[in-house]
């Protein structure tokens, strides 16, 4: 279950497509060592409240959320901001933003423009409509639904 411990090759294809359990555990201190700081951003779409994907937010993507109406969060892994679907014609339009409690998290209520959310594809090269399209069954990765539990 522990990325660190899996012995064999590890690629984007594998993670994203395969059916092995290869949780990044160390993700956070990744994080940590962004070059801003950030915060966890949860977004849900709003109509039919499902969690499409989670990303980060710093101080810059925030601001430029709130300017543009489109979701726009800080990449971690390449240091450079992310405003979702400015490649990929996937947006997504903003409905509301919320803060947690202790103002260390963010919600944002989204409406998605274009065919889905994730960067990912299903077999007939349509996006998928959120990142969580496989569940944990039996410590396998099983495939689920791909659309809105409405």
């Not at 984007?12 to 915060?39: C, I, Q, Y």
Request: charged share 30%; aromatic share 8%; with cysteine.
């Amino acid at each position: 279950m522990n990325r660190k411990d899996y012995k064999g090759e590890i690629t984007t294809d594998f993670l994203e497509n395969g059916e092995e359990v290869l949780l990044d555990f160390e993700k956070l201190r990744k994080v940590a060592e962004s070059v801003d700081p950030v915060v966890p951003v949860a977004v849900q779409d709003v109509d039919s409240r499902e969690v499409i994907l989670v990303a980060y937010a710093n101080e810059t993507a925030l601001k430029h959320t709130i300017k543009t109406g489109n979701a726009t969060f800080w990449s971690t892994s390449r240091q450079q901001l992310w405003e979702k679907g400015l490649t990929s014609g996937d947006v997504l339009k903003m409905v509301d933003i919320r803060i947690n409690c202790e103002q260390n998290s963010l919600l944002y209520l989204v409406n998605m423009v274009g065919r889905g959310s994730c960067h990912t594809k299903k077999e007939g090269g349509q996006t998928r409509f959120g990142c969580y399209y496989r569940s944990i069954k039996d410590g396998e990765l099983e495939f689920v639904q791909d659309e809105p539990y409405i």
